[in-house]
């Protein structure tokens, strides 16, 4: 029997600045850096996983710097950290583009702003937030998922840790 839409996942690639291990649930307040936005996926969540697993292995870790306080417009005005220009963080979102092609996974959101449009930046939230200047390691990559619609809690699923920069 197929699942109903609601019970479907949807996932999203990200760089958390908190060290959640597999299995931990976090809400959206939780500090990260998008590699790439929300997609859904036909193929069974386990799949997903292991794919992810297999196919961001050997990833090094980086540095980026932290840029200077920015904001969306979309509806609304999203305060935002600019993320400094990275060729190691582009190349990390050019790889989970061409992954997403392989597990055949379509965007869960109207505009992804991937590609040329990725602006990599953190969402200030209240409490701790970067600053400009500070660097960041960017030393893992996680699978998150989380119900199409309904709830805020958000899952990691799978998570490989990048070996040491070169």
Request: hydrophobic content about 40%; overall charge positive; cysteine-free.
């Amino acid at each position: 029997m197929a699942e109903k839409k609601p019970e479907k996942k949807r996932y999203w690639l990200t760089f958390l600045l908190k060290d959640l291990d597999v299995g931990e649930t976090f809400s959206p307040q939780v500090l990260h850096l998008t590699i790439i936005p929300w997609f859904v996926s036909e193929k069974p969540e386990e799949e997903v996983a292991d794919s992810f697993r297999q196919y961001f292995s050997q990833q090094l870790a980086f540095t980026v710097g932290i840029g200077r306080e920015d904001e969306f417009k979309n509806k609304r005005k999203i305060p935002i950290n600019l993320v400094g220009s990275s060729p190691a963080l582009h190349q990390l979102h050019q790889k989970a583009l061409a992954w997403f092609e392989d597990i055949e996974a379509r965007w869960a959101v109207k505009k992804p702003h991937v590609g040329s449009e990725f602006i990599p930046h953190i969402r200030r939230r209240q409490g701790h937030n970067p600053a400009e200047g500070d660097k960041l390691t960017v030393s893992s990559l996680s699978l998150v998922s989380a119900s199409r619609r309904g709830d805020d809690r958000r899952t990691v699923i799978g998570k490989v840790i990048f070996n040491a920069k070169a």
